[in-house]
């Protein structure tokens, strides 16, 4: 029997300013937070069916941050999407179809405060 994977559970992202991090997966991606581990400082935040986890940089338990991740964005109305991150002076680094978990899509790149590349994503075309 081999591994299955079925999604993303979580990521776990250092951040160097743990309330400018919430404010960006807070009010520009939407994520709330559903619980918190005071004694090593980390926030876990539902985005969808799926977490992000933000740990202060001074705490990490592995290497720098990552390359990026993905999350996949329903409904997907791209004009929305781009006036949703200008309001929030966040740069589209990078947009195009790119492929995913369902197949050749509209994505867009952007950068969270601490330097994380995050895909948004939206569905096959």
């Given at each position: ?17 743990m ?16 619980r ?6 980390l ?24 390359d ?9 109305d791209?004009?929305?999407?781009r ?37 948004l ?5």
């Open positions: 029997m081999g591994i299955s994977i079925a999604n993303i559970d979580h990521v776990v992202l250092n951040v160097q300013d309330d400018r991090a919430l404010s960006f997966y807070r009010d520009v991606l939407g994520c709330n937070v559903e918190e581990v005071e004694s090593i400082g926030v876990q935040m539902r985005a969808g069916a799926c977490m992000i986890d933000l740990v202060p940089a001074d705490r990490k338990v592995s290497g720098p941050n990552m990026h991740f993905c999350v996949r964005v329903e409904p997907w791209e004009a929305a999407v006036a949703h991150l200008e309001k929030h002076s966040v740069a589209v680094d990078q947009a195009g179809l790119r492929y995913g978990a369902e197949g050749e899509g509209p994505s867009i790149y952007i950068t969270d405060p601490d330097g994380n590349t995050v895909e994503k939206g569905p096959a075309v």
